[in-house]
């Protein structure tokens, strides 16, 4: 077998947060090299068997090893599950042969990254969060190859390239698709259109400010594309303002936009900056300010609003967006600015490492 066909274990678990980056490295690291057999470690507890088989990767099941920020109770059993842990993740790496070790966090990293280290295999981080994990500080002191999301993560070694992404994301010309996009929704192909979303569950929040301004952006002219998560319900009579629970393909939610609302976790702000639609983030109150952390470079850059879950009403929707939203040439300007900060080849740049890093450690099969 080829050194350019390696064989890969893929650690980012639990959340799609850690593994929607690692399925997008998965699939360029594929692209550049499709003879490359890549495993994926994951648990039962999270998303992984459902999301990581759906992408098409074999997937070993390891005790999950939450690892605390501070310092709890919860640490004292940490030693006995990890251990137990290790021994899982070592059987896979022997089991598949492993080239190397591509940690993206979460609960199955620590175990991955100190496997690893016992079978004298290269690791290699990527850190999507402005404040990096307890897994990915530790691996950062193990080995050389850290690659982050931006030069604002602080982690040693650590060199900023950006999240991977889907192609649909990085690919996707916004004005190009934006009638087809919007034509899709059943929205008007004319006049701005706001896009709102708390993620993949939804958030209460975001969900009542945007709702209790409906009238205000009907009458700003301002179309509604209102994505409100599957357990959340919005009543809306106009057909301008159009309610989904999901949106499955979200590049033809962005094409459609000319404008986000929502919450400001790692993927989606690395999402938006690439396609350039600027927002306005509401940051999670009660995640030790990581969301806001992660929305710093593109508010800094001018691409972006950022406002506290406490703040967000119907009248500051009303006060603060509509004048953005009917103002195009204010939104073209937050727009450049939001696509200055992407990093649309972040998938393609760390497969092309990992590549050369497995070569490096074992230079012919």
Known sequence: MDIKAPRVV?????????????????????RLAPAAEIT??????GLDTTLIPARGYPLELIPPVPLPRKATRALLHIPSRLRASIRAASAVLDQVQADVVVGFGGYVAAPAYLAARRRRLPIVIHEANIRPGAANRMAARLTPHVYTASPDVRLKNGTAIGI???????????????????????????GPVLLVTGGSQGATTINAAASGAAAA?????????HITGPRHTVEAADPSYVVLPFVDEMQYAYAAADFAICRSGAMTCAELAAV???????????????????AGPVVAAGGALLVNDANLTPAWIESALVPILTDPARLATMSARASATGAPDADIVLARHVLSIAQQHRPAR
């Open 10 to 30: 893929v650690a980012g678990g639990h959340s799609a947060g850690h593994i929607e980056p690692a399925m997008n490295f998965a699939d360029a690291l594929r």
């Open 40 to 45: 994926a470690l994951g648990t039962v507890r």
């Open 276 to 294: 350039g639609l600027p927002a306005a983030f509401v940051p999670l109150p009660d995640r030790g300010g990581e969301q806001r952390l992660n």
């Open 164 to 190: 991977p992404l889907r192609p649909a994301i990085t690919g996707l010309d916004r004005l190009a698709t934006r009638e087809a996009a919007r034509r899709k929704f059943g929205l008007s192909t004319d």
């Open 217 to 225: 952006l009907r009458k700003a002219g301002v179309q509604v594309l």
